[in-house]
């Protein structure tokens, strides 16, 4: 077995890095692939993240050239210039269960990491806000959301033997048009709206939701990822969130919270297209674009991928509008049956308090790990 770094414009190593995840899931019916068309772009200096990021690409292969194991890491200048940090991302892990293999694919990430004078590794951690993070810890049996990682159950067995230990736990749960909500949030929001003059318009057209993407990019910026320990999502980021959201958004089901006209809380939701993700095999063409639009349409569920309020307005009821809207956004469109609240931060005990007033069955749970050289 052997550790290959894979240098620009590989072409066959990429499309092995790339094919991996296919190999290793074959024969799981919770893992979602990503399109591969969007995984080939990591590879093309003209990625976004190269404008302040740099990235190592490893593989490890048997001496028959059999692909057992891959790795990324990153040097993110704009996270270590804003924190004021020497830390290294790792993404993209994935192994069979053997020990030695993801020892030798660390040890090269380690190695490269410290070639980039950092001396502390965090993850899984995306390259930009567009990826998932966290390694899955409960909830195997459940399928992955739409852009939600997943991992075999002896992922987290390989990293800790690394010496990797947790940094936080990310929590992820789901209601149905069953689930108890309590009469308080309802009674909350309708007198915060009344007392304070929050409102929450509804948005019915993409065209409405283009004009209201700057506002988008505020509420993300001050609300989850500062918070989070990000920097401020760039331009270029903002515009692949808007590009990928408006291919598959339900416009309805993006609330924003105004008070006058400043843009104080907002929720994401988009319909689940997991489902057509597994259909097509990571194939966008011919027509793998029309079985998403398809999936889009009929699905029942619902994915809940960022709530936030800003903190001068935390603690004067503006988050029962957000879940009540949350509410109404399942029951009011017979499309959708169920919600999934999607990796909640559970440093954030602001929000995960007031879910207590809404009865969430937390079924999956990612960690974040992290090791000094």
């Known amino acids: 077995m052997k550790i290959i770094e894979i240098l620009p414009r590989h072409r066959r190593l990429e499309n092995a890095f790339i094919d991996f995840p296919y190999q290793l899931y074959q024969d799981n019916t919770q893992w979602v692939p990503p399109l591969k068309m969007e995984m080939r772009q990591i590879f093309k200096s003209g990625y976004a993240f190269y404008q302040y990021g ?6 490890a292969m048997t001496d028959t050239g059999e692909v057992v194991g891959r790795l990324a890491v990153a040097n993110n200048h704009r996270y270590n210039d804003f924190h004021q940090t020497k830390t290294a991302f790792f993404y993209y892990f994935e192994c069979i269960d053997d020990l030695n293999i993801a020892q030798a694919l660390f040890s090269r990430g380690f190695e490269w990491s410290d070639s980039q004078g950092l001396n502390h ?5 995306g390259f930009t806000v567009l990826d998932g993070f966290g390694m899955l810890v409960k909830g195997f049996e459940h399928r992955a959301a739409f852009g939600q990682a ?3 159950d002896y992922y987290p067995k390989l990293i800790e033997a690394q010496g990797f230990a947790k940094v936080k736990d990310v929590f992820t749960g789901w209601i149905d048009r069953n689930t108890h909500i309590s009469e308080k949030i309802f009674r909350a929001a309708e007198i915060v709206e009344k007392r304070m003059g929050f409102k929450a318009p509804l948005i019915k057209t993409k065209r409405q939701l283009r004009t209201v993407i700057d506002d988008f990019k505020q509420m993300y910026n001050d609300t989850l990822a500062v918070p989070a320990g990000n920097p401020p999502i760039t331009d270029a980021d903002m515009d692949n969130l ?5 291919w598959i958004a339900d416009p309805r089901l993006v609330k924003l919270i105004y008070k006058d006209e400043q843009p104080i809380g907002w929720i994401l939701a988009y319909p689940d297209v997991g489902a057509a ?6 194939r966008l063409f011919p027509f793998g674009w029309l079985e998403i639009l398809r999936e889009s349409k009929k699905t029942n569920w619902i994915d809940f991928n960022g709530i936030g309020v800003i903190e001068e307005y935390q603690r004067l009821g503006a988050t029962a509008i957000l879940y009540n809207e949350m509410f109404k956004s399942v029951m009011e469109f017979d499309q959708y049956h169920y919600a999934e609240l999607i990796q909640m931060r559970e440093e954030n005990t602001k929000i995960l308090n007031e879910s207590q007033n809404v009865d969430i069955n937390f079924h999956k749970t990612h960690r ?3 090791k000094y050289l």
């Open 54 to 59: 740099q990235a190592a690409f490893f593989l």
């Open 121 to 125: 590794v965090y993850g899984p951690k």
């Open 150 to 152: 997943y991992n075999p």
């Open 242 to 246: 808007a590009r990928q959201l408006l």
């Open 277 to 282: 993700f597994q259909r097509i095999k990571g």
């Open 368 to 370: 974040l790990y992290e």
